[in-house]
Structure formats: C-alpha cells, structure tokens
C-alpha cells in the first residue's frame, strides 16, 4: 500500500518517497459541559480536532479525531497511535531507496506544514523569508504535494454540510460523526470519481495554530537538503517551477 502510494505522488505531484499528505483541521462544537477551556481554541470557539493523512486520490488513509481544541497540529501527531506506532517501527514502511541523480539513500516520508517537527519520516517546509532558490523550490514542490489534504479537506466539507456549523451533540457522538463522514468520504470518493470543483473551498474548518517552534536535527535535515538539490537538478526540475516562486 505505502509503495503505492508513493508511486501516485511522485506521478501526479512530482515529489518521490511520498507515503501521504498530513495536515489538521479545527471542527466547530458546541461548548461540552463542565469542560472549562479545554476545547477552546485559539481563535476562541470550541471545537475538537480532526489530524488526517491523505492520499493522491483524495482519499483518507488515517485520521485522528477528538483531541482537544487547545492542541496544536503536531501535539496531535506525536500523541496519535501512527506516531507511536512510526516509532516503533510497526507500519512496514519501505526501506530507503535511491532516487536519481541524489547521492543518498532517501527515506519514505509524509509531508505536512511548518506546524509540525521535523522528521526521518515527515518533511516540512525551510523556515524564513530569505531563502536561497533551491530551498523556495523545495517549499514550492512539497507544497504542490501538501495540498491533496488539503484538497480532500475541501471534499469533506462541501459534501458534508454538517461542519458548515457548530455541531451540538455530545462531543462523543460529534468524534463519532466526523469519523463516519470521513469513512463515507471515502466510500464517495470511490463511487463518484473526483470534481475539482469542490476542493476550491474549505467551509466550516480553520487551521490550528502553529505555537511551537523546532530545532532541526542534522542527520534527518540531510535529506531534505538532499530533496532540494534534488528538485532543481536536471532529474528533478519542472519546467514551470521557476515562475511559481
């Protein structure tokens, strides 16, 4: 499945060893009772979060849901079962292959904002504004990478009209909701193909705050740093990269 995966990434958004794009949403709830500021976030309304991983088919491949509206992306991510399980080696992700004209072994890897850490196996974008032009290209490709998450967020929320609206249930039943328009998603998905269209528009989620900042390990930036190299070499480039950034 993973290969797969990463073979429909690096065909339709150019960008190899890519096992999914990882990105969290804030879904709107009505205040749970007795549950102080837990579920406040930091736009101040409650909600609980959705952390979802997609894949090139805008299909969800794994989803967290019901943490608290206080916490931030990647606090989600390190206390979700696919972290911990990533950590201990349980997932069978491939072992790290060569990619031409890259003079390292790269390893598979999710991709996902700023809001998250830095990872063997989850890349982000450089930090900064004053960046040399291979590190905006990397930005740019893992972009056009990221955004299938994004993509599919949009296909959630415009099919399912229920997070157009705070949802005033038990926050059980509300993880339990999400979860089913998530699986159904697929099922649709699946069934009735792909209007890009409907991706044009997140209704109904905002972004989680980015609240913690990151020190880069060296042995993992090295395939980044690879990666970027990588993306304006004559094996790697697009034509049209240039003008996007």
Known sequence: MWLKIAKEFNERANFPNCLGAVDGKHIRIIKPERSGLLYMNYKHYFSIGLLAIAD??????????????????????????????????????????????????????????????????????????????????FNYRLSRARRYVECTFGILSNKWRIFHRPIDVHVDFAVDIVKCCCVLHNFVRDRDGFKFDDTLAISGFEEPSIVENYLVPRSVNRYRDALSNYFVSEEGQLEWQMGKI
């Open 56 to 137: 090139a088919n805008y299909k969800f491949i794994y989803v967290d849901v019901g943490s608290y509206g206080k916490d931030s992306d990647s606090t989600i991510f390190k206390n979700s079962a696919l972290w911990e399980n990533l950590k201990k080696k349980n997932l069978n992700i491939p072992a790290s292959t060569t990619v031409p004209g890259v003079d390292i072994s790269l390893p598979y890897a999710f991709v996902g904002d700023e809001a998250f850490g830095l990872d063997k196996h989850l890349l982000r974008p450089y930090s900064g504004t004053h960046l040399p032009v291979r590190k905006k290209i």
